[in-house]
């Protein structure tokens, strides 16, 4: 164990996955499809079957060379928030993939271990005719949660995290597969390899300090000479948990390139969809403009920038303020959170201790509180004004019964906007003649009153 860790990448021949697999040797058989008999359901169907609204004849045609993708969902080292999130997207949802209702692309028969009707030998069948290569569809292999060494498990006698029973062990006995071993093996055959969640794309919270498990993401696992046989390397949705909607849109835009109907989608360096994490949560913050004019929360509950609460958002890739969380609706800032950083390769070590000030901050933090000592009071002089109606300014009073107590405007503060409203009309040639704002002297002889017509 201590050699894994302690080598260094350039002297690696081999990745971690062909390490365990090297260990475990190849697999000869599966479960007894006679002893184990039909799916115990009242239909004796499979899920796949209950989806498909008919057989291959009846059903509606589908354009393009695929009628419909296996994806195999494994969870490593998890806590199943990303499944959560991902029964929440709407844009596209589950539902609507595994119904098949997007034209041009395959339909989707998932296997999931939490949302199946499948369980034990039945729900891996699937996976081991892919394994076989008897499936009658391309696959693609969805982890979620980071990879755990377990060689580093075996050594003990025990394993980490196991997903359902193989006649793997000596003289075909009954023994758990984990999820990295699922991984390894069904990874060469695959047409897209997908990590969702923060765990599985950088390693996460389970590959923090400290962490006994030596978990990995699935990167890490595999190396970074992955292909899959469609050619695409290790696709990644980071996110802790991810919004549901960057996973289900990356899935939608890599099943219609794997129908051959649009190029391959745009990654970044580290395989994340370049157009969703392409900005700074900062850029597009809802109290962006609180940092901007230097004014700050000091305690949870406040509504201004939170970065003295902890906010890492000026530096951290992730769109949750564009696209919300579910549904276009909450998000981090919205709710109140400041941002820890969730979505980064760096999370949770280099962002620790949560909810403190990052240091980084106090230089643009001061030479904002500087440029909106000065830039706040003339944006609020200004508001005052356009908060005004013409009218109440040649009048000199507000007819609000509300806003009785409230003091008219100086002579002085008339002056300024006066002087302030001649400057922004002096550029408008177009109505520079009119003697009252917005009326022109005459009509254009012979012609409408209204110039436009
Ligand atoms: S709360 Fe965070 S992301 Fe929003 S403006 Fe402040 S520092 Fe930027
Ligand atoms: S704003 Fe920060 S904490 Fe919130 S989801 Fe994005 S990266 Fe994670």
Redesign the pocket.
């Known amino acids: 164990m201590a050699d894994r860790q302690t080598r260094t990448p350039a002297l690696q021949a081999r990745t971690p996955a062909q390490e365990l697999l090297d260990a475990l040797g190849p697999v000869e058989r599966f479960h007894d499809t006679e002893e184990v008999g039909a799916f115990g359901l009242p239909s004796g169907r499979v899920t796949e079957d209950m989806l498909a609204g008919g057989d291959e004849t009846t059903a509606a045609t589908r354009f393009g060379p695929l009628q419909k993708i296996h994806v195999f969902w494994f969870a490593g080292m998890s806590c199943d928030g990303c499944s959560v999130a991902v029964t929440g997207a709407t844009s596209p949802s589950v539902e609507s993939m595994l119904l098949g209702a997007h034209p041009g692309l395959p339909r989707v028969v998932l296997h999931h271990p939490v949302l199946n009707m499948e369980s034990g030998p039945h729900y891996v069948r699937a996976a081991e005719q892919a394994m076989a290569g008897t499936l009658n569809a391309p696959y693609a292999v969805v982890l979620e949660g980071s990879i755990s060494d377990e060689l580093a498990a075996y050594a003990t006698g025990g394993y980490w995290s196991g997903q359902g029973e193989e006649p793997w062990g000596p003289d075909g006995e009954m023994r758990p597969v984990t999820a990295s071993e699922w991984i390894a093996r069904l990874a060469p055959n695959a047409a897209a390899m997908i990590a969702i969640g923060t765990c599985a794309t950088w390693g996460g919270i389970p590959s923090a300090e400290g962490n006994p498990t030596g978990a990995m993401s699935l990167m890490d696992w595999l190396g970074k000479d992955y292909r899959s046989t469609f050619g695409v390397p290790v696709v990644n949705v980071p996110g802790c948990p991810p919004i549901g909607d960057n996973f289900t849109e990356t899935v939608a835009a890599i099943l219609y390139f794997l129908q051959g109907f649009g190029p391959l989608p745009e990654f970044d360096e580290l395989g994340r969809p370049a157009w969703l994490f392409g900005e700074?949560?900062?850029r597009h913050?809802?109290?962006?403009a609180?940092?901007e004019e230097g004014t700050f929360a000091q305690e949870f509950g406040d509504p201004e920038?939170?970065?003295e609460v902890g906010?890492?958002?000026?530096v951290v890739n992730c769109n949750i303020?564009s696209r919300g969380m579910i549904n276009h609706v909450g998000g981090c800032?919205n709710a109140g959170g400041?941002?820890i950083g969730c979505t980064m390769p760096g999370f949770p070590d280099k962002f620790t201790p949560f909810y403190k000030r990052p240091p980084g901050?106090f230089a643009s933090t001061t030479v904002s509180r500087m440029v909106g000592s000065v830039i706040r009071p003339l944006r609020k002089f200004s508001n005052n004004h356009l908060n005004r109606e013409v009218r109440w300014d040649r009048q000199g009073a507000t007819p609000s019964g509300f806003g009785r107590e409230k003091a008219e405007p100086s002579a002085l503060a008339e002056i300024n906007h006066k002087f302030y409203d001649m400057l922004r009309r002096s550029g408008d040639r177009g109505k520079a003649k009119a003697d009252v704002w917005g009326k022109r002297d005459e009509a254009p002889s012979g012609g409408s009153p209204n110039p436009r017509i």
């Open positions: 700074t949560v900062h913050c809802v109290r962006g609180y940092y920038c939170l970065v906010c890492w958002g000026p303020t800032m400041p941002c901050s």
